[in-house]
């Protein structure tokens, strides 16, 4: 079935094998096959999420490295197999060594099956320009990114990073999951889903083979963009749940910031050239769910003190931990600014972060916005994504098959 809005043909059910087809026809680096059983794996990153994903790969057999940036929590681990800053009462599997503070060698690298990056968006690009030149097209590991936002400065998603860093024949055979995954229920087993996607369903499909485990179910796609954006937006979105919370509002407000928040995402991500079916998954709806209404989500919990009263720069220093969706306000802005787009509560968001509205005066002013149509798509779509995919190497006709197949 077509999706019609307003009279237009955007999108349909089958543009998926449009994609795919599409995908086949590049040029593209693969990497290597995967073992049948166990795995050899690094992770960059042994933040909250890294350690929780180091854990439930070490506890699935395969051999795991976990890269972290200070030498006293590689020290800690490799002694108590505990994580000293984050999940500190789990105890991890034996299967898992912590390495660092240097990056691995070039030899290293060779000889594992998987990347697995996990630290913040802001450090990606340095990370990855130091590790290229270690890294062999001829025999690449399995590259895959879970981090979630946009860089500040050049508004980029981690694709373009990649792409910028590594070149295009890496940026396209990275693959990316992202889904409604807090660390602390993972490393207890209960049931969890996540949306696994790459521009190759052959990386989407190895990357799902990973982490499949009966208590972790992975649903694979090809559209890795709308997977990034909306691990992004939705960031924004809960730091608005969390000030309506700590303003007092109740349950109305916040499924109300849920929904609306989904159809901004939702016309962001369209217009930018993501499918709009992508932010009805996990990845999209299934995160934003989650991260809106938990106070275990740390931008939740900087949007419910700021309600508090309290101010940025102090919840910033006590947290903890990297709230993505603080820098990623200050791209989405950006992003909303250049595409035109109307998207009141990521604006209100931005202005109570950066611009210190007072958060009652800023759900105040939504609030007295004048009536508007509910559910409308962009008139326009795919000028940020075009021009993402130009620079992966892709001609104008082939850019233009994917983001129209029928037109």
């Not at 990855?128 to 895959?144: G, H, Q």
Request: aromatic share 6%; glycine share 8%.
């Amino acid at each position: 079935m077509p999706l019609i809005v307003a009279g237009r043909l955007l999108f349909r059910s089958s543009s998926r094998v449009h994609i795919r087809s599409f995908s086949s026809r590049l040029s593209m680096v693969h990497s290597k096959s995967q073992p049948a059983e166990k795995s050899k794996v690094i992770i960059f990153g042994a933040g909250n999420f890294g350690s929780c994903l180091a854990s439930h790969l070490g506890d699935s057999q395969h051999e795991v490295y976990m890269w972290a940036r200070e030498e006293r929590i590689v020290k800690h681990f490799n002694l108590h197999q505990r994580n000293l800053v984050y999940l500190p009462d789990h105890v991890f599997p034996s299967s898992i060594t912590a390495i660092g503070p240097d990056l691995p060698t070039k030899q290293f690298i060779d000889n594992v099956d998987v990347l697995l990056f996990a630290i913040p968006t802001q450090f990606l690009r340095e990370t990855l320009r130091v590790l290229r030149p270690l890294l062999d097209l001829d025999n690449l590991p399995l590259l895959i990114f879970v981090n979630k936002g946009i860089e500040v400065g050049t508004n980029a998603l981690t694709l373009e990073i990649i792409a910028d860093t590594c070149g295009a024949e890496i940026a396209n055979a990275a693959t990316f999951i992202s889904g409604p995954s807090f660390a602390k229920e993972i490393v207890r087993r209960q049931p969890t889903s996540v949306s696994v996607a790459s521009f190759t369903e052959l990386e989407a499909n190895k990357a799902s083979a990973l982490f499949h485990q009966p208590h972790f179910r992975c649903y694979t796609g090809v559209d890795p963009i709308g997977i990034e954006l909306s691990g992004a937006l939705k960031n924004v979105y809960a730091i608005a749940s969390g000030m309506s919370d700590g303003l007092g509002y109740e349950n109305n407000t916040r499924a109300m910031i849920i929904t609306r928040g989904l159809s901004e995402m939702t016309c962001i991500g369209t217009a930018y050239g993501a499918s709009p079916l992508t932010f009805l998954g996990l990845a999209g709806v299934g995160d934003l769910f989650l991260t809106c209404s938990s106070s275990s989500s740390r931008n939740y919990t900087v949007g419910y003190r700021l309600g508090q009263g309290e101010k940025l720069d102090v919840i910033i220093k006590t947290l903890g931990s990297v709230a993505e969706g603080v820098p990623t306000t200050q791209g989405v802005k950006k992003i909303i600014e250049e595409l035109g787009i109307n998207a009141p509560i990521a604006s209100s968001v931005y202005e109570v972060l950066f611009n210190g509205k007072d958060t009652r005066v800023a759900v105040r002013e939504l609030m007295e916005l004048p009536p508007s149509r509910e559910l409308e798509l962009p008139p326009t779509a795919g000028g940020p994504a075009r021009r993402l995919l130009m620079k992966l190497g892709l001609d104008t006709e082939q850019v233009t098959e994917l983001m129209h197949p029928h037109r």
